[in-house]
């Protein structure tokens, strides 16, 4: 494994490994890549790192909207290591790297092929840990995202309770113009939605969320914001501790409406890219079916197709 370090930085690019894909929280999955890779230090150290786990946290950066050179989509950092380190007295950059050594690359959709989710791992001063999807990564999450928007209410922690109207009818509003624009967008053909009531785009098939060289086809601000809230959403609602409902669902749903604003999908787009449109249309699909699931898994309120 090579280490390409600079000042108070190290690099780490992993092979691949397998790992069951088990949970559509990115957050999820790395947390069980990081205990696992404490258990293996604590072998290495001959020590018992003691609660360490439990104070485990992972935060999914903001990626500055308001920068198209923004350098990251979904990004997210540990200070795990800083603890160890002060309990074990040892320089914390070093026992980064170290959890980084143990740490493989996410698997996602074992299939014969077998597609592999990507993460690029980086120590940084004084002595995070990131994790960053690369354009492929976060084209394959986001498919599998479509696919299984079904299942998604079925995947997500059930805690309705009453809100009121005010805080509800916004949140139905973006999720009623997410439908509207899969109607219409079914009507002329841009894409198939699944014949029931699941609004599962079934092609195209994959969606085409990269271009020819590879690239993520989504880079205005507010598809980057719309993706960044796609995550933080999925990542809270899957997490067993009941998060704030009311603030996740406004984040959504304003992200999703600040999109739609500014990310055209009819008139020249459909006719010179239709594949940024399509990929748009992805991103409509999963917002809707995330707030879908807020409101009746969360809110205990209706999602209506249409206000």
């Known amino acids: 494994m090579e280490f390409k370090v600079a000042k108070n930085t190290a690099k780490v690019r992993f092979c691949n490994t ?6 559509l929280a990115i957050k999820q999955l790395l947390h069980q890549q990081l205990i696992s890779a404490i258990n293996c230090l604590e072998k290495q150290l001959n020590v018992t790192l003691d609660k360490v786990s439990e104070t485990l946290e992972l935060t999914l950066l903001d990626n500055s909207r308001q ?6 989509l979904v990004k997210y950092r540990s200070s795990i290591a800083l603890k160890i380190a002060g309990k074990q007295q040892e320089d914390a950059i070093d026992i980064a790297s170290r959890l980084a050594a143990f740490i493989p ?12 989710l990507d993460v690029n791992v980086q120590v940084t001063s004084p002595g995070w ?5 690369n354009d492929k990564s976060l084209g394959i999450w986001l498919q599998t995202l479509t696919q299984r928007s079904a299942q998604l209410s079925e995947e997500l922690s059930a805690f309705p309770k009453n809100y009121s109207e005010a805080e509800v009818f916004p949140v139905q509003c973006a999720h009623g113009r997410c439908c509207s624009l899969l109607r219409l967008a079914q009507r002329q053909e841009l894409i198939h939605l699944h014949d029931d009531s699941t609004w599962q785009i079934i092609a195209p098939n994959p969606l085409p969320w990269l271009d020819a060289n590879g ?10 914001w719309l993706i960044y809230q796609i995550a933080r959403t999925v990542d809270e609602l899957i997490c067993p501790t009941c998060p704030d409902c ?4 406004k984040a959504l749903s304003e992200a999703m409406l600040e999109f739609d604003r500014h990310c055209r999908i009819w008139g ?6 239709p594949q940024l449109a399509q990929a748009r249309l992805g991103l409509v699909a999963i917002a809707r079916s995330l707030m879908r699931s807020l409101l009746q898994n969360r809110m205990g309120a209706s999602a209506p197709e249409e206000l």
């Open 268 to 273: 020249e787009v459909k006719i010179e890219t």
């Open 18 to 23: 397998i790992l069951l894909f088990d949970s």
């Open 215 to 224: 690239q993520l086809r989504l880079v205005h601000p507010a598809e980057r």
């Open 105 to 116: 690359t996410i698997v996602i959709n074992p299939t014969p092929g077998e597609t592999f």
């Open 246 to 249: 009311v603030k996740v669902a």
């Open 67 to 72: 920068s198209l050179e923004c350098e990251f």
């Open 129 to 133: 840990i990131d994790f960053q999807l």
